[in-house]
């Protein structure tokens, strides 16, 4: 049987090149490909190898592959274990009714089910034949066994609720049966020429397109304007779950409904969509061209199978919260961009001590101040809060309240920032309003990663090291900072025992704001030791830069 190999696959395969027996140079063999799958970890096949604890360094360590400077011009040629993989692969889903690309997940299956070493190995790791061959066909909306396009025409066209559920990419609950089923009636009532039915899926498919093309739209933007990782996984993982879900529909209804020729919308534009003042708008718009492409996805899916459209539902409460953190991060990563030295403050011995200190850290350039006080008893921290506030209000240094959204309020702060142990963020908002600020501590990549959906306005990061404010037993140290720098674009503060001393070393792990206390109003003149951060941090070739705002 003819077939042709999915993009996926093709760089999978040029990745295996890569990997060769010293012995069999010329050859490319199956425990290659499997090394090849593994070095495109975004594949199918990658994640349900992850999925049964198997890396690329466990095949390394069984099997003597050398990684060559560069891969050998052309398709090396196939060993008889990999053609071996690729027969077993095309006789297990040659009955699908799309055309025959094979696909990442198809070549692993192939691997696993040929015989030899290769596929001994994978089945001595957990890579059941019959668990593989079901989680792909469910990929594909397909039952093994003869396609039957005649039923009972007095049967109900609703499809009954699956009985034996089983979970899907997407998350969603799914009957494998019910799918196959439903995939076989499209493709009859396309046939049929339903007008119904053929409409439904005409609108299907143009939303599908929408939906994909909306996400990608958005996907390029934090991938390369922002260069979020942290974005990117999350829109990468919304464009998978929509597949997932679309696999119900039969490739060739979809086509065969589309019109795109007598589509009387295409000739229906407005000034406003030939416009976009920035990046940011041309990302804004797509993803709400996606949402209500999502929309119509759910409305109509529910013509061809409830459980579809659900998914469809979820795909779109999700793209709400991804709006929110990319919109989050850009409006954050501007009103931040020159807000790199952070100083925490308690309320002193007195008014008078705390006003002077206060106006001393705003003459000398502080940017922001937080207030954080846990001896004094309400009514005075919020004498102490409001006393900043004023000292504060004509100057271009921030006010934040830590721990306190109330006090917050009261005083008219400009941010508040919690911890892991306080309220979290969706609480704190409901209190501070749409305006404040809110700052999250975080001590792991996990919590920073959570902070951010969970619409955290900066990161407090670390302890980086130890300090004499607060007591850790673990500190995460540079290491995290460096995550964090590397995946996360939202605003972020190194904090924790961070001196003139040791800023620069923190400075050179990718953040260029630091957050402080000791340091500064410990010293013998805060105005001196703020001026040695200000330089530090001036001097930093790393320091942060939003790509929505000038270099500093």
């Known amino acids: 049987m003819r077939y042709q190999y999915t993009p996926a696959t093709e ?147 609703e499809v009954e609720s699956p009985s034996a559920p089983v979970v899907t990419s997407a998350g969603a609950s799914q009957d494998v049966a019910s799918t196959a089923k439903v995939s076989r009636q499209l493709v009859t009532q396309a046939i049929d020429g339903s007008d119904q039915r053929a409409a439904a899926l005409r609108v299907l498919d143009a939303a599908a397109n929408r939906v994909r093309e909306g996400l990608r739209v958005a996907e390029d933007y934090v991938r390369f304007v922002l260069d979020d990782r942290h974005l990117t996984s999350l829109v990468k993982g919304l464009r998978h779950d929509l597949a997932a879900a679309l696999a119900v529909l039969p490739a060739e209804a979809l086509l065969a409904c589309r019109d795109t020729v007598g589509d009387v919308g295409t000739s229906v534009s407005t000034d406003a969509e030939q416009s976009r003042p920035d990046c940011h708008a041309v990302a804004a718009a797509a993803l709400k061209r996606a949402q209500e492409a999502l929309r119509s996805l759910e409305e109509f899916g529910k013509v061809v ?46 008014a008078q001590d705390f006003g002077s200190l206060v106006q001393e850290l705003i003459e000398a350039g502080v940017d922001c101040l937080q207030l954080r006080d846990k001896d004094l008893d309400d009514r005075e921290l919020l004498v102490r809060a409001r006393q900043l506030r004023e000292l504060t209000r004509d100057t271009r240094t921030l006010f934040v309240m830590n721990d306190r959204p109330d006090l917050a309020v009261l005083a008219e702060a400009d941010g508040i920032h919690v911890g892991q142990d306080e309220l979290p963020v969706a609480a704190v908002r409901r209190i501070v309003g749409p305006q404040m600020m809110i700052g999250v501590s975080t001590h792991s990549l996990e919590q920073a990663r959570q902070a951010v959906v969970d619409g955290a306005d900066y990161l407090g990061v670390g302890p980086v090291f130890p300090s004499s404010t607060k007591t850790f037993g673990k500190f995460p140290g540079l290491e995290l900072v460096r995550a964090v720098s590397a995946e996360i674009k939202l605003p972020a503060f190194a904090i924790g025992g961070i001196t003139a001393e040791n800023v620069a070393s923190v400075l050179a792990a990718g953040v260029g704001r630091v957050a402080v206390a000791n340091a500064i109003i410990g010293a013998s003149s805060p105005r001196e030791a703020v001026a040695k951060f200000r330089a530090a941090l001036s001097a930093s070739a790393n320091a942060f830069c939003s790509p929505l705002a000038p270099r500093p």
């Not at 040659?94 to 997940?105: F, I, Q, V």
């Not at 979820?314 to 919109?327: A, D, G, L, V």
């Open 305 to 350: 199978d409830s459980n579809m459209a659900t998914q469809f539902e979820q795909i779109r409460y999700r793209s709400y919260t991804f709006e929110r953190t990319m919109r989050g991060m850009c409006h954050n990563a501007a009103r931040l961009a020159n807000t790199r030295l952070y100083v925490l403050i308690d309320g002193r011995r007195g």
């Open 11 to 157: 760089r999978a395969l040029a990745a295996a090149a890569a990997w060769r027996n010293p012995q069999r140079d010329d050859e490319l063999t199956a425990a290659a490909v499997l090394a090849g799958l593994l070095a495109e970890p975004e594949t199918r096949a990658a994640e349900m190898l992850a999925a049964r604890g198997i890396s690329l360094s466990t095949v390394l360590e069984h099997w003597p592959l050398e990684r060559q400077a560069a891969a050998t011009k052309g398709r090396p040629h196939f060993a008889a274990d990999f053609d071996s993989a690729i027969a077993e692969a095309i006789a297990r889903v040659g009955e699908y009714l799309r055309p025959l690309n094979l696909a990442t997940e198809h070549l692993l299956l192939g691997l696993a089910t040929a015989d030899g070493e290769v596929a001994q190995w994978l089945r001595l790791q957990g890579c059941d034949i019959a668990a593989l061959e079901t989680e792909i066909h469910r990929l594909y909306g397909y039952e093994p066994g003869p396609v039957d396009l005649e039923w009972d025409d007095d049967a109900p066209d």
